[in-house]
């Protein structure tokens, strides 16, 4: 059997698929699954189609292993297990997200040592995610030399954004540089967004959406006419909304506070903001919602509260992008599995007309609004790697 492998490195997940190709690629995998809680607790679970066989182990990992090890070691466990569930199987290409594709990648691509070389440039635009999407990379080139790899970008699906949400207030100079507004989470929109026509109907899926991609990392996408037209996430993914470890959007004055009042140098900086601000950071427990979900600390309920009253303050302000709001569609980790969140979320946004039905929340139903709500609320599943393997199959003319 020939399938195609793809690989999605999050920042706190390593996620992989292995999609048949019956000509063309299947929709459901063969063997699918990921490590998560990397940085943390690493837990490997997956299944295997075929068999029925779910699989579940965490990983032995050595004291001291920092979060890049941790990487390291989920890439070669996942490597292991394909190989021991995968007899007979041809692997005929592999496909990767990229998180940064920069100003120069705008669509997917073959990759080469040339490719990830440029690639390895914007590794301080995206230090949470870029070192593991290159390493993945980098090992199939030694492991499988002969199969061809396509890397599919976050960052393109923004392209379309409105030119006035691509500028930051700051001399032109560095506009031309390149320090401009990008968006990621891209191909997980555009997942969601091909989905919104058989949903909501065609002539609603062309109005004002916007798309809450919650997970450890999270984005909002305004959307319309089924294109993206603004997203909370700008130059790097540490913009925007409240996350796991990332402060989101921040006052530009408390960065001066820390580096003169403080000392603080820019790898200090780049931790606090990127690896211990967030849930975590404010909670001062875990960077995991179900495990807030389930603290009775303040300081837990303070972070969650924090968090949806961030992501409202969001679809407020993105409603401007989309032209008013036909849908909010929720997805990612959190998006997908916390009702409560979602209650929340829509509390603050009740003056709006939107109104959840509880039911339905609470059983993750793809409709979860009310008859008379003014705006539909769905959950809809991503499934970043069935877009990476659409993509890297019509790129190498193998569908
Ligand atoms: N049942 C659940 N309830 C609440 N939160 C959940 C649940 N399942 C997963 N999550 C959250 O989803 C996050 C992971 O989201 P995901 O999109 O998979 O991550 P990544 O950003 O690494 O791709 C976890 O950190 C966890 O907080
Ligand atoms: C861009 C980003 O934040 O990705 P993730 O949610 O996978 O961490
Ligand atoms: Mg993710």
């Not at 440029?118 to 995610?129: D, G, K, R």
Request: glycine residues 10%; charged residues 20%; negative net charge.
């Amino acid at each position: 059997m020939k399938a195609v492998l793809i690989l999605n490195a999050g920042s706190s997940s390593l996620k992989f698929a292995l999609f048949p190709m019956t000509p063309k690629l299947a929709d459901m995998p063969r063997l699918s699954g990921q490590v998560e809680g990397i940085g943390a607790e690493p837990l490997m679970s997956a299944k295997d189609a075929n068999s029925g066989e779910r699989f579940t182990e965490a990983l032995a990992v050595p004291p001291d292993t920092d979060v890049n090890g941790q990487h390291r070691l989920a890439l070669e466990f996942i490597f292991a297990w394909i190989n021991r569930h995968s007899p007979g199987v041809e692997i005929v290409a592999a496909g990767h997200r990229i998180v940064h594709g920069g100003d120069h990648y705008g669509a997917p691509v073959v990759l080469t040592p040339e490719v990830v070389a440029e690639l390895e440039t914007l590794i301080p635009l995206a230090p949470l995610h870029q070192p593991h999407n290159l390493r993945a990379i980098k090992s199939l080139f030694s492991l499988m030399p002969d199969v061809k790899q396509v890397g599919c970008f976050d960052t393109a699906f923004h392209r379309t954004r409105l030119p006035v949400a691509e500028r930051f207030p700051v001399p032109r100079a560095l506009f031309n540089e390149g320090v401009k507004r990008y968006g990621f989470h891209g191909l997980s929109y555009e997942y969601v967004s091909r989905q919104l026509p058989d949903l909501l109907g065609e002539e609603k899926a062309r109005g004002g959406i916007i798309i809450a991609h919650l997970g450890n990392g999270a984005s909002m996408c305004a959307l319309r006419d089924g294109l993206s037209r603004d997203t909370s996430m700008g130059f790097t993914a540490v913009d925007g909304l409240m996350m796991g470890t990332r402060t989101g959007s921040l006052d530009p004055g408390v960065i001066l506070h820390l580096v003169e009042q403080k000392g603080m140098d820019a790898k200090a900086l780049s931790n606090l903001l990127y690896k211990q601000s967030g849930l975590l950071g404010v909670s001062g427990i875990s960077q995991d919602m179900r495990v807030l979900l389930e603290s009775d600390e303040d300081s837990a309920k303070e972070a969650v509260e924090l968090f949806c009253y961030r992501a409202a303050c969001m679809v407020g302000q993105l409603s401007m992008a989309s032209g008013g709001l036909e849908a909010l569609v929720f997805t990612g980790g959190i998006g997908e599995h916390a009702a409560p969140i979602r209650a929340r979320i829509a509390e603050w946004l009740a003056w709006t007309g939107l109104h959840l039905y509880p039911a339905a929340n609470q059983r993750h139903a793809t409709r979860i609004h009310t008859k008379d709500s003014k705006v539909e609320v769905l959950v809809v599943p991503t499934n970043e790697e069935w877009m990476i393997g659409h993509h890297a199959v019509n790129l190498l003319g193998l569908g």
